[in-house]
């Protein structure tokens, strides 16, 4: 299984970017694909996830951020709006089986290479 990150770039705030993760080696329609992010010296957070039951958001990027998948390409997008310098991290794309807390990345078995969103003021 190979989960392929990209997307990512260089963009002023308040402005748009699209992430694309696409999966290969099997699917995931009945288990739950995520993005975390990573900023330089902190952890791994989530910040969006999706499967059959929901969506889900971290606080921080609710009302600015949607996720959504494309099942035939085996493929989730983040789209990410409004976009602010603390946004600035390497974005992470992962996938697991389970549909069971989406929202913790011990639960994720698969997981992309990452990539960098720089947002300059």
């Known amino acids: 299984v190979q989960l392929q990150a990209s997307g990512g770039g260089l963009v002023q705030a308040g402005t748009s970017l699209t992430l694309s993760c696409a999966a290969s080696?099997?699917?995931?329609?009945?288990?739950?694909r995520g993005w975390f992010r990573q900023a330089p010296g902190k952890e791994r957070q989530f910040v969006a996830a999706?499967?059959?039951?929901?969506?889900y958001y971290a606080d921080s990027v609710k009302g600015r951020f949607t996720i959504s998948g494309d099942n035939a390409k085996n493929t989730v997008y983040l789209q990410m709006n409004n976009l602010k310098p603390e946004d600035t991290a390497v974005y992470y794309c992962?996938?697991?089986?389970?549909?069971?807390?989406?929202?913790?990345?011990?639960?994720?078995?698969?997981w992309g290479q990452g990539t960098l969103v720089t947002v300059s003021s």
């Open positions: 080696g099997r699917t995931f329609n009945s288990g739950t």
């Open positions: 992962a996938a697991t089986l389970s549909d069971l807390y989406p929202t913790n990345r011990n639960w994720y078995n698969y």
């Open positions: 999706i499967n059959w039951r929901s969506t």
